[in-house]
Each structure stands twice: as C-alpha cells, then as structure tokens.
C-alpha cells in the first residue's frame, strides 16, 4: 500500500495517563504516538503496540482517510474523524463498534 509523500510520525515517551499508548493525528498525514513510561511494558510488547499505533495501524488509517477522502474527494466532514474517534474511544475503549457514527459508513471508499 502507497502512502502519501511525507507522512511520518513522531515518538513521544509520557508519564501520567491512563493508557499505554496514544496516536495523536495532527493532520497534513503527520502523527505523534505517546508510550506511556508509567506502565511496565515488555520488550516483545512494543512492536505490537507500535504496529497498533503507527504501521499498519491508526497512523495508515488517519492517512489513509486524508488523503483519499478530505483531499482526494473533498468530503470535509472527515477532516476532524480522528478527533471524534478519540473523544469516542476515551467515553469508553471500543465503544466505537457498538455506537456508529454514520460517518464511518463511507469506510468502503478508501479501497477505491
């Protein structure tokens, strides 16, 4: 899978929240994943959670949603997903699947 020219994403090391690990998307197909210090983590661990966050995962898929939907379709209305996804997520882990935004219909779109 082609990723856009120039998305890249920083690592961020954390203290002080509630989760282990956090992909922040900050748009324009950058990100910052935070890895919380607090929490003991094992070495075999962190190549899952890195994946989870950064590649394959919410990083490629907060791209993915820029590039071919806001710029390559113009639907502006997934300009902020990633933000109502977190706000989502932190109401209650994967509350997500059970309390669709109708946003998340057009998910088919990004295999076109």
């Known amino acids: 899978m082609k990723l856009p020219a120039g998305e890249d994403f920083e690592t961020v090391l954390v203290t002080g929240k509630p989760w282990g690990a956090y992909n922040w998307y900050l748009g324009n197909f950058k990100s910052r994943i935070e890895l919380n210090t607090d929490l003991p983590t094992e070495l075999n661990g962190l190549l899952g959670t890195m994946c989870h966050e950064g590649y394959p995962g919410h990083h490629v898929y907060n791209v993915l949603l820029e590039d071919k939907l806001v710029k390559g379709r113009g639907w ?3 300009t902020d997903l990633p933000s109502l996804l977190a706000a989502i997520a932190a109401r209650g882990g994967n509350r997500q ?3 669709r935004h ?3 219909g057009r998910r088919a779109a990004l295999a076109r």
Do not use: A, K, Q, S
């Open 97 to 99: 699947r059970r309390h």
């Open 76 to 78: 502006v209305e997934y």
């Open 102 to 104: 109708p946003l998340l």
